[in-house]
């Protein structure tokens, strides 16, 4: 199947600090990347999608200040948590897909671990 | 809103199938997915099923799909230590990729 990967899988950072999370497909060009939000023994929340070349589109309740998101090109999408605070640690997840995959198919990452001390 | 729900753990016997349930609301459904999430990890897509398919057979895995109780089910055929993980549901809209979760089952199998 299609690969995602994050980078990195464990960070942490201080608290005020920003902090970079990168998702890239490997071998299929992702025209649209997901950034997921997972606490500890809970389900995903949806942060936002991101089309290639255009700007984020937030899911209520997301600061779109605070995580900005960018999509650069169609295999690279960077999550940035700017001026993070303990708050924010969590578990990120990425996912990516093309609309030319079947079954209106999401891949997703491994995961990034964020420790905001 | 929609709303998918799981229940929360289950336990069976190595050996033993497994079935997991999941209930969805919204309607328009097109896709319904199974997901497989092991400690610290990303998810793994195990299989997925179109709303017009009653069942989807995948070596040890079956996917039963009641469209009219909006009613998924995935069963894990000769469960195995490695199959324990969370296993989250999924469905989206034809037309979206937004994906709405279930709150996962905690699958743990006793050897």
């Known amino acids: 199947g299609a690969v995602v990967s994050q980078h990195p899988s464990w960070v942490i950072c201080k608290s005020g600090t920003s902090v970079k999370i990168e998702c890239r497909s490997l071998?299929?060009?992702?025209?649209?990347m997901f950034w997921y939000r997972q606490f500890p023994k809970q389900s995903l929340m949806l942060m936002a999608t991101?089309?290639?070349?255009?700007?984020?589109?937030?899911e209520q309740g997301v600061e779109k200040d605070k995580f900005l998101i960018n999509h650069a090109s169609l295999t690279l999408s960077t999550l940035t948590v700017t001026s993070a605070h303990p708050e924010d640690s969590s578990f990120y997840i990425c996912?990516?897909?093309?609309?030319?995959?079947?079954?209106?198919?999401?891949?997703f990452g491994e995961g990034s671990w964020l420790t905001v001390v | 809103g929609e709303d998918v729900e799981q229940s929360l753990f289950l336990s069976v016997r190595e050996g033993d199938s497994s079935v997991i349930n999941c209930t969805y609301t919204?309607?328009?459904?097109?896709?319904l997915y199974w997901y497989k999430q092991e400690p610290g990890a990303g998810l793994q897509l195990l299989t997925y099923?179109?709303?017009?398919?009653d069942m989807k057979q995948d070596q040890r895995l079956t996917v039963l799909l009641n469209k009219k109780d909006k009613h998924l089910s995935l069963r894990i055929a000769d469960t195995q230590t490695g199959d324990s993980a969370i296993y989250f549901c999924?469905?989206?809209?034809?037309?979206?990729?937004?994906?709405?979760f279930g709150t996962g089952t905690r699958l743990k199998v006793l050897a």
């Open positions: 996912s990516a897909t093309n609309r030319g995959l079947s079954g209106n198919t999401i891949y």
């Open positions: 071998d299929f060009q992702a025209t649209t």
């Open positions: 991101s089309n290639e070349g255009s700007k984020a589109t937030y």
């Open positions: 919204d309607s328009s459904s097109t896709y």
């Open positions: 099923i179109f709303s017009n398919m």
């Open positions: 999924a469905e989206n809209s034809s037309g979206t990729y937004k994906y709405i």
